[in-house]
């Protein structure tokens, strides 16, 4: 099983990023997928969740109306477009897929760092 995040890097206050991950070794339509980020000093924290089918999402409130989550189940991958970046959207970023079942699994890329900094 892999998930591998790309994308991050460094950009500017009110500017956009587009993170992807890139799924293998499961079945990832039948994958919840989310995004999670970590703030040096902090706990890790959701910010978006899409469910298997991409029909339905939720954002962390921070995040509402900037960020879109979005899927393609024939590339076997998430993304995470980011607009109007601020300072307080600097973290590592992680892709997570979840499987709901009476065995639920979880699986967790190894991150990408995404600085929003003038």
């Known amino acids: 099983v892999q998930l591998v995040e790309s994308g991050g890097g460094l950009v500017q206050p009110g500017g956009s990023l587009r993170l992807s991950c890139a799924a293998s070794?499961?079945?990832?339509?039948?994958?919840?997928m989310s995004w999670y980020r970590q703030a040096p000093g902090k706990e890790r924290e959701l910010v978006a969740v899409?469910?298997?089918?991409?029909?339905?999402?939720n954002y962390a409130d921070s995040v509402k109306g900037r960020f879109t989550i979005s899927r393609d189940n024939v590339e076997n991958s998430v993304y995470l477009q980011m607009n109007s970046l601020k300072p307080e959207d600097t973290a590592v970023y992680y892709c997570?897929?979840?499987?709901?079942?009476?065995?639920?699994?979880?699986?967790w890329g190894q991150g990408t760092q995404v600085t929003v900094s003038s």
């Open positions: 997570n897929a979840f499987l709901y079942s009476t065995h639920p699994q979880s699986y």
């Open positions: 899409i469910d298997r089918t991409g029909g339905s999402t």
């Open positions: 070794g499961f079945t990832f339509s039948r994958y919840a």
